[in-house]
């Protein structure tokens, strides 16, 4: 049981890990957008 709940913590936390630097990357994204877009205009 120890072992089941070990591999569900690791997935778990891996996952919130790969989540977390999605959305890292578009809020970066989003405001290199916002920051190109209004400089044009």
Known sequence: MQRIVDMTTESFLTLMLG???????????????????????
């Open 19 to 41: 989540f977390g630097a999605a959305a890292t990357s578009l809020a970066f994204w989003k405001i290199s957008q916002a920051g190109s877009g209004s400089s044009e205009s």
